[in-house]
């Protein structure tokens, strides 16, 4: 409930990450890992790519990473690798352009993915709570 609560918080005050840098480091991490979490369970990493949400691809294999959320980052490295030299396009058409040429035959590697994903390896709801915690200074109102 603490996580959708800071959530919900996070992306209001950053316009639903149109104005990411209105959110400190910390911030930022936390909800490009919630973003990750709500677009793959809603449709998958195709559906992570296409929103807004993978304007911030190589950013959240980071946020993964500095929460302890190794297994995870591993997954979205690996569906990273089917763009161009394995950089997702931070512009969202132009990354929308891409995926429409490479779904196809991306779409065995991402559906593997989404699989790995849904085992949840890592507990990101446990991760995120201790990292705020860890943070608590940097998410007070």
């Given at each position: ?9 996070l992306?209001?005050?950053s316009?639903?990450g ?12 936390f ?11 809603n449709?998958?990493?195709?559906q992570?790519?296409?929103n ?6 190589q ?7 500095e929460?302890g ?5 591993e997954?979205?490295k690996?569906a ?7 950089t997702?396009?931070?512009?969202r058409t132009e ?5 429409e040429?490479?779904e196809?035959?991306?779409?065995e590697?991402?559906n593997?993915c989404?699989?790995e ?6 507990n990101?709801?446990?991760l995120?709570?201790?990292?705020v ?8 109102k």
């Amino acid at each position: 409930m603490i996580v959708m609560e800071i959530d919900s918080y996070l992306n209001e005050k950053s316009e639903y990450g149109e104005n990411i840098e209105k959110l400190n480091s910390k911030q930022r991490t936390f909800l490009f890992v919630e973003n990750l979490e709500r677009e793959i369970n809603n449709g998958g990493f195709n559906q992570f790519y296409f929103n807004s949400s993978g304007d911030f691809s190589q950013e959240t294999v980071n946020a993964l990473l500095e929460i302890g959320a190794e297994k995870t980052a591993e997954i979205v490295k690996k569906a990273n690798s089917e763009f161009k030299s394995g950089t997702v396009p931070k512009n969202r058409t132009e990354r929308q352009n891409e995926l429409e040429l490479i779904e196809g035959k991306a779409e065995e590697n991402w559906n593997k993915c989404d699989s790995e994903f849904y085992k949840y390896q890592d507990n990101l709801t446990e991760l995120l709570i201790a990292f705020v915690i860890k943070n608590k200074s940097e998410f007070k109102k």
